[in-house]
């Protein structure tokens, strides 16, 4: 680790040494040289001031080694993954089963999210307040979660008091308390935060995005509602804990100051009498889907939430590298195109963004942003065309958009192991993905290698324009405006009369340049209210 810490800090020192040419138009242009206001030349031309009439290069990349990772198995059950940093007395954990939202029964969307979560609202010896108060004596967190198709408990501690904390772990793990009045509080809590979504446009499109994108019925696009939250029940839980809260196939992932003698013997006491593997549903394919149109009206809305979607490559295509460059270019930073087009060409937006999305077995392509009212059919219209641009090659990626971003990525690594929660973040994933353990060794290598054909060559392979997945989420009944000779002009129909966004999204859908399957009108939920094709 402290090879790990040495790299981290260099990397560092680069980044804040020589102006960089990949991050610099986020935080505004770099200042010229400073006008000579004292009529001599010599002082303009080498005076302290002069080193700014020239931007440096930037430097060369340090290599980027990570700290070796030990492996090994907790008895015959659960995978190991160790990296010893003794530098700071602090140790974090994360456990990893297979399960979270795919297994959730039709009816009671959201109960693995809801269950994951009770397990740190107390246990059969610590009612909530015990247990948090218990956590806050010796300066430690536990938590839970769940994902769509994974689910876990995290720690972190002191090293001094790591026994104790583990103590209060395994309690959560193996007895949680799944009381009914915080399980009545949290469902509570849970369906009042579902209510207030309903009028923000950004927050209904968080929930509908992936209903829309893999259908409501996969269990990607499943949501949760207040109805299915209000049928979960203790019963539900207590199930769910034993059915798949079993050690087989689950991942340990621990970094920090401890021993892998001292893991083996602390979390041996874990295994006591925990057997088993879960039974776990298949995740299934996606459906092949047409492009269509989904709009939720937000009667009032003053902004609109608009988003593009459709099927992506997988994450571990031979082609990773450069479809992220490529998405980098089209929607990944900030001086990106649909950013730059949005917010600081035409003002519609405080920020766009565009890129893949990957779980284990799928990618998916998105771009969008919270836009004005009245600019969201031109918003709308400004996406595709990006989109278009970049598929068509009418507007390829350039070498300076290349450069940036790469110099951005390459930059940005550092800080995903800043701290011990983020490195056990960046190794679970990769155990996630099935990638190697050693992937980030080469991950500056393989950036640097990707070349400008490739990364319009996968924008030909992988933006799919003619064919996605559009969720529109605003006042159906604000007028449009269109942009005309540089200007936002009103949209109006053949008399004159102001256009609204509802009816310009039917006339959008009649022309079926995104695709073929029309216009769907749902409620808040992902409910079908009309559909007018």
Known sequence: MKKLLATVLAAGLLACGPAQT???????????????????????????????????????????????????????????????DHSLPTVSVSLV????????????????SVCMDMLTEGTRRLDKLAFQRKLADIGSDVWSWAS???????????????????????QS???????????????????????QAKGNPGSVAGRLLWSVTFGPKHPRGRISTENSLRKIRVADCRRYQRAYLKPRGARLFVVGDLTKEQVETSFSKLLKGWKG?????????????DGRIFFVNIPGAAQSSVYLTHSGPERKDPQYFANWMMAQVFGGSFSARVNMNLREDKGYSYGARGGFSYNRMFGTFYAGASVRSDSTIQSIRELYKEMKDLRDWKRKATTSELTREKNGAILALPARFATA???????????YFGLSLDYYN?????????????????????LQPG???????????????????????????????PITLLVALKMMAAEKEMGAGGLVILDADGKIENNSK
């Open 22 to 84: 990949s991050n610099i138009t986020s935080g505004g242009e770099r200042g010229g040289a400073i006008a000579d206001k004292t009529g001599s030349s010599a002082t303009a031309a080498s005076g302290p001031s002069s080193f700014r009439a020239k931007q440096p290069a930037p430097g060369t990349p340090r290599p980027f080694q990570l700290p070796s990772v030990q492996t090994f198995k907790l008895g015959e059950a659960i995978d190991v993954y160790l990296v010893e």
């Open 97 to 112: 089963f297979d399960g979270g939202a795919m297994t959730d029964p039709a009816g009671k969307e959201g109960l693995a």
């Open 148 to 170: 769509v198709d994974t689910q876990g408990l995290g720690m972190r501690t002191l090293s001094k008091n790591f026994e104790g904390t583990l103590k209060l772990f395994r």
């Open 173 to 195: 793990l193996r007895a949680p308390g799944f009381r009914g009045a915080d399980l009545k509080r949290m469902v509570k809590r849970r369906i009042q935060s579902i209510k």
């Open 277 to 289: 593997k879960p039974k776990l549903p298949t995740m299934p394919a996606r459906a092949p889907r």
């Open 421 to 431: 929660k983020q490195a056990l973040s960046q190794y679970r994933n990769l155990v």
């Open 442 to 462: 080469t991950f500056v290598s393989k950036v640097n290698k990707v070349g400008l054909d490739q990364v319009n060559m996968a924008a030909r392979a992988q």
């Open 467 to 497: 064919n996605v997945q559009l969720l529109v989420v605003g006042d159906g009944k604000a007028a449009m405006k269109v942009r005309e000779n540089g200007k936002d002009v009103p949209m109006v129909d053949r008399d004159g009369k």
